[in-house]
């Protein structure tokens, strides 16, 4: 059974930093795109960073140039190193495959920012 755990939310006042780890089990995690998703109280799930297999990444508007998304493969793991981080910022964070690959979501991780 595939298996998403995500960890490293917290607490943090505008302008800082959080480093969040998004670790999978039970699948060949290294073959696959990762997204970096977050939900705000009240609104939907929104996708903000993707790394490809092959290390490619893309990111929304909203968090570009402040959020990065990179990946070891050998821990099976995907990161979000977050910068310069808004109030606005503030959701549960969750990762997940993409597409037909998703599987079911695990149980985020908070970030709240505080300004």
């Known amino acids: 059974q595939v298996q998403l755990v995500e960890s490293g939310g917290g607490l943090v006042q505008a302008g800082g930093s959080l480093r969040l780890s998004c670790a999978a089990s039970g699948t060949i995690f290294s073959r696959k795109t990762v997204g970096w998703h977050r939900q705000a109280p009240g609104k939907q799930r929104e996708l903000v960073a993707t790394?490809?297999?092959?290390?490619?990444?893309g990111y929304d508007d909203s968090v570009k140039g402040r959020f990065t998304i990179s990946r070891d493969n050998a821990k099976n793991t995907v990161y979000l190193q977050m910068n310069s981080l808004k109030p606005e910022d503030t959701a549960v964070y969750y990762c997940n495959f993409l597409g037909p690959l998703r599987v079911d979501w695990g149980q985020g991780t908070q970030v709240t920012v505080s300004s």
């Open positions: 790394i490809t297999s092959d290390g490619r990444t």
